[in-house]
């Protein structure tokens, strides 16, 4: 049986290391430089938990604890501040209330513009949400109005919670509760069902957004429709009219549009395997997909933290959202019954989850059917079939994800460049080498590795901003940083030759064939589009006006030392990776070279590490075997120990055996000893109609069954408890008459 699950398991492995895209190795190592980079650090003495939160032309708004920073968006120097401290008495009761003086403090949350020169800015206030209105003047904010900013604003700085502004109204995601059990979204009046788990249950909000006549929300959730066969959190969409203004009577307060549905970003297969948790999206993309016009939504997703540690950047298309929530809806019929798809024929008129001019005006069945019937049955398919990026790694997993949406490079096709962060402070750069030839699959291309904070720091927010005609900058912030970064490194003295440059497939890149350097597109740059001026191949990596160059393993070789505090200041690259064959890529379909990116390279392939499980097994199961028939043959038990029935049985097999050891020494003599002593004997007068008569009775003993005592039949004979008794011990005590004895006389045998 080991044998079998030993060699299970081995073709289970072989079958793993088939199916399972391994992670794709970065092009690119390269670390920060002072040139490159513009940091703010806030104020030094404590953590800001910085979140990043609007634009405001030239300038970001970052707000953090107790301010709200206005920085310039070249160089990330501070303009003003908007500085608000939660009053003392709010201090005080929410340290009453056990929470300690680091989350005591106002915590800005929410930042939205109302119109030109006014902001909302809502607060966690020592977790007592609050809302402020500002009038924007030259030097400063002016406070026009305050409110409370309960199932607007987070209680918790450490909560997911979402918000976005649209028709002059803000619509919110997030806990309406102190204690965070109270999952709401809500746009005044109206908000979810309270402690409705069909609904909302336990949710983690990632984003919002708004799309035609939509708002739709992405958050993770602990899935109702998983929990009779255990515990899992899935990723959701859901989405409200913007038009929805309540049902009448009990509807009043509470959407009559409220849909949500299944985000599914996995790996295809008999079996898939799912990235079940949504960690963070962007903003609606729209391009162009193997010929097909497509808004996109790209999301970072996770496994469970007590599973394997894998992440994946999935990609959604708006026309597929829109259709799943056209489809059919989701029901359990019974307590403990499977969730299954609900009969069309169920559907009320006029359909659930649509928007209507008045939705006050709908009947009872529209809306008692969108209270039970809220979840969709189909899922949202990822746009591309599958993951576009996959990283199994155990030093981190993805947080955030920013997109610079269809950059162009030199003949006229667009890609998307992704900007990843991790939560250990690594930033990659990925693309999908051939979205601009097809949408039904993906090529993973990891050009660019960066660590950009301190290891252990995670990536709390990225964007893409661009400052008029000036190069496009990437913002990250963490807990405590705020970095500008520049998005490329194609000017890098390490690229010294076009099949280096191109080998990057870099759509910020491309050689240039008038200036033998590498170069980066640049509005001063009007021969970009024209392939005979500049040459680049993102989709294969290489190009046939580019000689093969030196292998480049040879140009900063991983040995050359990633972190090497001399090359910290320059912020020059670290490291060029090629294929083997110095091209850069190749002209099949199966994409770059994929190799671990994080661990160190494997010693043992899988194909070894199962044969090596399989015959330690098989010897364990051989020394095992051996050392218990030794121990089986040497080591005896005692006697005792092997009675079958020691309690219930024990006179009789003790005389057994006391049989077979006198047998097997036939000279021992008997010796009988005689000794009557008193004792009190109840011994009742037998009657003719006593219910004595009817008791079952002792069989008669026979003594010439016996072999080893012969005794005199007349003179002995056996009571109920197999003594020998003697007949004139019984025949004097039922002389007596008043059913007593005072004697027995009983024969002893000693051997």
């Known amino acids: 049986m080991l044998v079998l699950r030993c060699a299970l398991l081995a073709a289970l492995l072989a079958v793993a290391a088939a199916a399972w895209q391994e992670n794709v190795r970065p092009k690119v190592f390269a670390q920060l430089g002072v040139d490159d980079t ?4 806030g104020n030094e003495t404590h953590t800001d938990y910085f979140r990043l939160l609007l634009r405001d032309g030239n300038y970001l708004l970052v707000g953090g604890r107790n301010v709200v920073y206005n920085l310039s968006l070249t160089d990330l120097t501070e303009q003003r501040r908007l500085v608000w401290y939660s009053p003392e008495n709010d201090v005080k009761m929410c340290v009453v209330k056990g929470k300690d003086e680091e989350s005591c403090q106002n915590y800005i949350r929410v930042l939205v513009s109302l119109g030109p020169g006014r902001l909302l800015v809502c607060g966690t206030n020592s977790f007592r949400p ?7 003047q030259r030097e400063s904010y002016h406070m026009e109005r305050e409110k409370s900013g309960q199932a607007v604003c987070p209680y918790d700085p450490e909560h997911n919670s979402t918000a976005v502004y649209a028709d002059g109204e803000l619509y919110s995601g997030t806990v309406a509760d102190f204690s965070g059990m109270e999952p709401i979204i809500y746009r005044e009046p109206l908000q979810t069902e309270p402690y409705d788990s069909m609904t909302l249950n336990a949710p983690d909000f990632v984003n919002s957004l708004v799309h035609g006549n939509f708002v739709y929300f992405f958050f993770r959730e602990t899935a109702v429709e998983y929990i009779n066969c255990g515990k899992s959190v899935f990723s959701r969409v859901a989405r409200v009219c913007r038009d929805d203004r309540g049902g009448p009577h009990r509807f009043k307060q509470r959407w009559t549009s409220f849909l949500k549905s299944r985000l599914n970003c996995s790996v295809a297969g008999d079996f898939p395997f799912y990235f079940n948790e949504i960690q963070s999206t962007t903003e609606l993309i729209e391009g162009v997909y193997g010929g097909l016009n497509a808004q996109l939504i790209y999301g970072t997703f996770t496994t469970p933290p007590n599973s394997i540690s894998g992440s994946a950047v999935c990609a959604f298309s708006m026309q597929d959202i829109a259709d799943t929530f056209e489809g059919t809806f989701k029901e359990q019929s019974a307590l403990n019954a499977n969730w299954l798809p609900v ?3 169920k559907v009320p008129e006029p359909r659930p989850g649509t928007c209507h001019n ?8 529209t809306l008692n059917f969108i209270k039970a019937h809220a979840l969709m049955d189909e899922s949202v398919p990822a746009f591309f079939g599958e993951p576009i990026v996959i990283r199994t790694s155990f030093h981190y997993r993805f947080t955030q994800i920013a997109v610079d949406p269809q950059v162009k490079t030199p003949g006229g096709k667009a890609y998307d460049v992704l900007f990843i962060g991790t939560d250990n402070g690594k930033i990659i750069k990925a693309i999908n080498a051939v979205s601009y030839d097809s949408n039904k699959r993906a090529v993973p291309v990891v050009i660019e590795e960066l660590q950009a904070f301190a290891t252990g720091s995670p990536v709390r927010a990225l964007r893409v901003a661009r400052a008029g005609r000036d190069a496009a900058r990437l913002i990250a912030v963490s807990d405590r940083e705020v970095l500008s970064l520049r998005l490329h490194r194609c000017s890098s003295d390490k690229i010294s030759s076009c099949s280096e440059c191109v080998a990057l497939q870099d759509p910020y890149c491309a050689w240039d064939k008038q200036a033998g350097r590498c170069r980066a597109y640049s509005h001063g740059v009007s021969r970009w589009l024209d392939e005979n001026s500049f040459y680049q191949s993102v989709s294969t990596g290489s190009h046939t006006a580019c000689p093969h160059s030196k292998d480049a393993g040879a140009v900063g070789g ?22 083997k064959d110095g091209k850069g890529g190749s002209n099949n379909n199966e994409g770059p070279e994929v190799l671990a990116a994080d661990p160190p390279p494997a010693a043992y392939s899988v194909e070894t590490l199962a044969l090596a499980v399989a015959a330690g097994a098989l010897a364990a199961l051989g020394a095992g075997f051996a050392a218990g028939y030794v121990c089986g043959r040497r080591c005896k038990k005692d006697d005792d120990d092997n009675m079958p029935y020691p309690d219930t049985e024990y006179e009789y097999f003790e005389q057994r055996q006391n049989i077979n050891r006198i047998q097997a020494e036939p000279k021992l003599l008997q010796q009988v000893e005689e000794v009557t002593y008193a004792e009190p004997v109840l011994a009742p007068q037998p009657k003719p109609a006593s219910p004595r008569a009817t008791l079952r009775k002792h069989p008669p003993y026979h003594p010439h069954h016996e072999t080893l005592f012969q005794f005199q039949p007349d003179a002995y004979r056996r009571d109920n408890f197999g003594t020998l008794r003697s007949h004139q011990g019984d025949g004097y005590r039922r002389g007596n008459d008043n059913g007593f004895s005072t004697t027995r006389s009983v024969k002893k045998v000693y051997l």
């Open 38 to 41: 513009h940091k703010f650090l």
């Open 130 to 136: 609050y809302c402020r209105e500002y009038s924007v």
């Open 343 to 345: 009969n069309s024929a």
């Open 358 to 365: 008045d939705s006050r005006q709908l009947p009872d069945p």
């Open 558 to 579: 991983l040995s050359s030392g990633l972190y090497d505090d001399a090359r910290e200041t320059k912020g020059e690259v670290i490291n060029i990776v090629q294929d």
